[in-house]
Every structure is written in structure tokens, then in C-alpha cells.
């Protein structure tokens, strides 16, 4: 079956870059779907943070467009997360998940890493 | 920027029934989505394009759309249940293709 595992730092000190990756086994990421990732600050809701296809193309949440980047490896099966100039305010759960829906405005997420967490401290 | 509303919380006690609502303007326009995350867990899709069932899902589970306003419900619950539950939807302005919700906490009592 298809699973998803994120990977990556879990301590990130302020001001540095966090990155993060998930990797896909039990389908090739080639084959379609677009993939995301969504974090969740402990005891805080869902946060949608962005999307990528296995073409390359990207879609972001407005609020975090301007220090975020998503790219994908098709040759690893994986796609990763970049999170520049970290605050406190984004220690949280980081999930990957794969992403069904016919249009970019019918996105949900059916299928969901187990998350890891990333402290954001000096 | 586009918001949808939840309830922080409802409580109901095994076997009735429970009614989780979500509130935005681009409802109307949009499909909402439900997920139920226990403690400690990922979330988990539980509704679908307003009301449809992903495989697996106990019937119990289903929803409904009504103007602004989309309704997960649950019958009879089960202490299982017992859980954050998280709709989602689209910025039909396209601002944002993914909006969640708060969140609501169901007790069961």
C-alpha cells in the first residue's frame, strides 16, 4: 500500500532554513497526483503550507508563498520542504500527504504521513 | 483572507447523535471536506466532496451542505469517535486553494 514518511531536523535554530522530506513507497510519484505539505503548531489547527505535481509545478499557501519552496525528486520518489528564516511561530507537526481532486479547487488530502515535529529554538 | 468557521467544541453522549458544522461564504461554490485526527495521529479523510464516503469509513459518518453552512454528521457515536474534527475547502477567489477550519473537539460523555 502507499505510505508516506517525512523526514528531517527536528531542532531548527531561528533565522535558519527548515527542511524536510517525504518519501513515497508503494507508488511512483511519476504516475500523477499532487503532493503537499500541511503543519499543525502543537494544540493549534491545520495549516495548509503548499503543493507540487510531479512536473514540477508548485502552488502555495499566500501567507507563507514568500519563504517557502517545494521540489520534488521523481528519480528518489520523494518530494521536500523549504522553510526559510524560521520564528518560534513555526514549531510544529509537519505533515506530507497525497492530494486527490479533479481541479486545484477540489484539493483534499487522502492519504497523510505520520508528521514530525520540528522545534524551531536556539 | 477566506475563513471557515467551526464550533470549538460539542459534546454528546454514546449513541446519539452528533452534528459538527462549518461555516464560509464560498460553501455555496465549493466542495468541503471533513477530517477526523484522534491525539497523537495524522488526520484521517472522513467525508468527501460534501457527503461521499471514503472506503472504510463506517457508515455512521456522513454529510451534508446547506448554503454557507456544510454538517458532519455522526450517529449513533461510539467512544471511538472521540476526536478533533477539521473541515476544508477552496477560496473560490482562488487566493488560497486549501482553507481548513479551527477545528471542533467532540467529547463524548
Known amino acids: 500500500q502507499v505510505q508516506l514518511q517525512e523526514s528531517g531536523p527536528g531542532l531548527v535554530k531561528p533565522s535558519e532554513t527548515l527542511s524536510l522530506t517525504c518519501a513515497v513507497s508503494g507508488y511512483s510519484i511519476s504516475s500523477g497526483y499532487y503532493w503537499g505539505w500541511i503543519r499543525q503548531p502543537p494544540g493549534k489547527g491545520l495549516e495548509w503550507i503548499g503543493s507540487i505535481y510531479h512536473s514540477g509545478s508548485t502552488y502555495y499557501n499566500p501567507s507563507l508563498k514568500s519563504r517557502v519552496t517545494i521540489s520534488v525528486d521523481t528519480s528518489k520518489n520523494q518530494f521536500s520542504l523549504k522553510l526559510s528564516s524560521v520564528t518560534a511561530a513555526d514549531t510544529a507537526v509537519y505533515y506530507c500527504?497525497?492530494?486527490?481532486?479533479?481541479?486545484?479547487?477540489?484539493?483534499?488530502?487522502?492519504?497523510w504521513g505520520r508528521g514530525t515535529l520540528v522545534t524551531v529554538s536556539s | 483572507s477566506y475563513e471557515l468557521t467551526q464550533p470549538p467544541s460539542v459534546s454528546v453522549s454514546p449513541g446519539q447523535t452528533a452534528r459538527i458544522t462549518c461555516s464560509g461564504d464560498?460553501?455555496?461554490?465549493?466542495?468541503a471536506y471533513w477530517y477526523q485526527q484522534k491525539p497523537g495521529q495524522a488526520p484521517v479523510l472522513v467525508i468527501y466532496?460534501?457527503?461521499e464516503r471514503p472506503s472504510g469509513i463506517p457508515e455512521r459518518f456522513s454529510g451534508s451542505s446547506s448554503g454557507t453552512t456544510v454538517t458532519l454528521t455522526i450517529s449513533g457515536v461510539q467512544a471511538e469517535d472521540e476526536a478533533d474534527y477539521y473541515c476544508q475547502s477552496a477560496d473560490s477567489s482562488g487566493t488560497s486553494y486549501v482553507v481548513f477550519g479551527g477545528g471542533t473537539k467532540l467529547t463524548v460523555l
Open positions: 500527504a497525497r492530494i486527490s481532486g479533479d481541479s486545484r479547487f477540489n484539493w483534499y488530502f487522502d492519504l
Open positions: 464560498a460553501l455555496p461554490k465549493q466542495y
Open positions: 466532496k460534501d457527503s
